[in-house]
């Protein structure tokens, strides 16, 4: 009974906590990458690294000019293409992270998981970058570009003076790009008359000031045809 009740206690040198669902492999060259419930538009620049909009509602595909229907698609095996699209990505508010793995990290700091969690505190992993942790979300009309740009609470809180508003989901509900605009307005995000005034720390304008990575170099990523 004694050595059975060993094998019951917890082993201090083992990690506790959920399973994070970021541990899962993702399809590595497809266009559209499910975690969770929620749906992410990857991209492969030329520079190297991984493009990610996290999050994407009905505006985004509709931008993207992607079918809801058939969302199977992969990454397109022509490079300046690529390219383009990842243009594209960056100017609705996505993210620029040096590597998939290093992606699937933040995500997984994002999801709680006391593994990522316990690498950062241990100094094992290099801490999320102001780029990394940032809420972004980008409403472009006729007129501009409407910026929301805030802190989240990853684990501490970076600037308190510009924390994520409480509300942010009402994004989600927006049916157009015009009702999207309007809501980030109301979230107090910033107007600018064309993209070249944007200054702030998210990736809007990384396409042609990006030259490294944010905590290590920008990892190329071949491109590699996979079963559909």
Avoid at 12 to 29: D, E, K, N, V
Wanted: charged letters at 25%; hydrophobic letters at 40%.
């Amino acid at each position: 009974m004694q050595a059975y009740a060993r094998l019951l206690q917890p082993n201090r040198h083992l990690r506790t906590g959920s399973i994070g669902i970021h541990r899962r492999p993702a399809p590595q060259m497809h266009r559209m990458v499910f975690l969770g419930k929620t749906v992410s538009v990857w991209a492969w620049p030329s520079r190297g690294g991984l493009i990610v909009l996290e999050r994407v509602t009905p505006v985004d595909i509709n931008f993207l000019n992607l079918d809801p229907v058939h969302l199977r698609i992969q990454r397109d095996p022509d490079q300046d293409a690529e390219d383009r699209f990842c243009q594209q990505l960056l100017r609705l508010g996505a993210k620029w992270f040096d590597s998939v793995e290093r992606f699937h990290f933040v995500a997984g700091v994002a999801g709680d998981d006391q593994r990522y969690i316990d690498d950062l505190v241990d100094g094992l992993a290099e801490p999320l970058t102001t780029m990394e942790r940032q809420w972004v979300c980008v409403g472009i009309s006729g007129e501009g570009l409407w910026v929301a740009e805030y802190d989240t609470s990853l684990l501490f809180i970076e600037d308190k003076h510009n924390q994520e508003p409480d509300d942010s989901a009402r994004v989600l509900l927006a049916r157009t790009m015009e009702e999207r605009c309007s809501i980030l307005k109301d979230l107090g995000a910033k107007f600018y008359e064309n993209i070249e005034q944007y200054e702030g720390k998210a990736c809007l304008r990384a396409w042609e000031k990006k030259t490294t990575g944010e905590v290590g170099h920008l990892k190329q990523i071949p491109y590699q045809p996979v079963d559909t």
